[in-house]
């Protein structure tokens, strides 16, 4: 069996919310677990945080699994409706949608049913992806709340795009939109995300939406979620499966891109591009083994990774591989790839065993 396995730290989870809480006293907190919650896995993550206030995510596919899974809390559609039956199905799975657009009134006001579905309205104050601009939030709300299928308990959010640079002109503009746009209209307030949480604590409103901070996770350049007193809820583990000696002048792996610099012990650990380890990751990217540093050396392949075994003498096959997590930070690891630490924990692939760790 490949030893390829990602470990959820479930303490570490409950953890994070009790910090977000902690960061964020005044403010509900819900907890964002679109994408599998983040790569965690949905269901095993709404567990561990059945204390959020609400949970958020992409897609009504997710609603329903999270329903199934007997959770009761408010869930929320942050994309809202794009299909004609997805009302009736949010209706009964009370799922409340995010309504960014005139199309999704117009679909709420043909709908016949008079059950009353608690909606979100999104104001776009500078993201530009979705919501309405501020100007014309007055005129949204004032339609949603004319309809009898709408509760009247509408929750006014906006979205941050540059949040996690503290001191960015840009986010105190989008609270100031945000501010003019909602001025005189009834209903709770929602903006920040995990760096809005962490960096901008005006912003905190009457709910707040943590994504990554709930996965120990930061998004802030050169930090890491530790930074912010958050506990990874991720580890990526494999084993060695072959130790070879490979002589001076010799190269390692695909193309050739690494040449040995003297006879010298190369391992092999059994965990690739296949399992969502980024095949950008380049030499020189550590891993933990034995749980000390070595370095990654020639191409990422689909199954396998080499590592430089010259620091570690006492390496043998069987011994413990860590890709990221405890001990090895996956922002470190995705600013060796390029990319961020969500990218991978949302990428890690099926053929990977999950494992709950119900520890501390
Ligand atoms: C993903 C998302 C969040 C959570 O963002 P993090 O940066 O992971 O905390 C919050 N709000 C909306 C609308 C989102 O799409």
């Given at each position: 069996m490949r030893a390829t396995c990602a470990t959820i730290h479930l303490g570490a989870l409950r953890e994070n919310l009790r910090r977000v809480r902690e960061l964020a006293p005044g403010a509900r907190v819900m907890a964002v677990v679109k994408a599998d919650g983040y790569g965690h896995g949905l269901e095993r993550v709404a567990r561990a945080l059945e204390g959020a206030d609400a949970f958020g995510v992409a897609g009504i596919a997710d609603g329903q699994r999270l329903r199934a899974a007997g959770v009761s809390q408010r869930i929320v559609v942050l994309s809202g409706l794009d299909e004609p039956g997805d009302l009736a199905e949010m209706r009964r799975l009370r799922l409340d949608p995010v309504i960014h657009c005139d199309a999704q009134i117009d679909a709420l006001a043909a709908d016949l049913d008079p059950r009353p579905l608690r909606v979100w309205l999104k104001l776009d104050t500078g993201m530009h992806r979705l919501g309405f601009p501020p100007e014309r939030a007055r005129a949204a709300w004032a339609r949603l709340r004319a309809l009898p299928c709408v509760d009247r308990d509408i929750t006014l959010m906006t979205h941050f795009a540059n949040s996690d640079v503290f001191d960015d002109a840009q986010t105190t503009r989008q609270i100031e939109a945000f501010e003019r746009g909602v001025a005189g209209l009834d209903g709770e307030h929602s903006l920040s995300n995990s760096a809005g949480i962490l960096g901008w604590p005006?912003?905190?409103?009457q709910w707040v939406r943590a994504g990554g901070a709930l996965y120990g996770i930061s998004v802030v350049a050169g930090r890491i979620g530790a930074d912010f007193g958050f506990r990874p809820a991720m580890t990526l583990s494999t084993r060695l499966v072959a130790i070879n000696r490979i002589r001076k002048g010799e190269s390692v792996g695909y193309a050739a891109t690494w040449q040995c610099p003297e006879d010298m012990d190369v391992g092999v650990a059994a965990i690739g591009y296949g399992d969502g380890y980024p095949r950008q990751a380049g030499a020189g990217t550590p891993v933990l083994l034995n749980g000390r540093r070595a370095p990654l050396i020639g191409r990422v392949s689909m199954d396998l990774i080499t590592l430089d075994l010259r620091g570690h003498p006492e390496a043998k096959i069987g011994d413990s591989v860590v890709l990221w997590g405890r001990g090895l930070p996956v922002e470190e690891i995705a600013e060796h790839a390029g990319t961020i630490g969500y990218d991978l924990t949302c990428g890690v692939t099926r053929r990977v065993r999950f494992v709950e760790d119900d520890g501390a």
């Open positions: 005006e912003a905190q409103g």
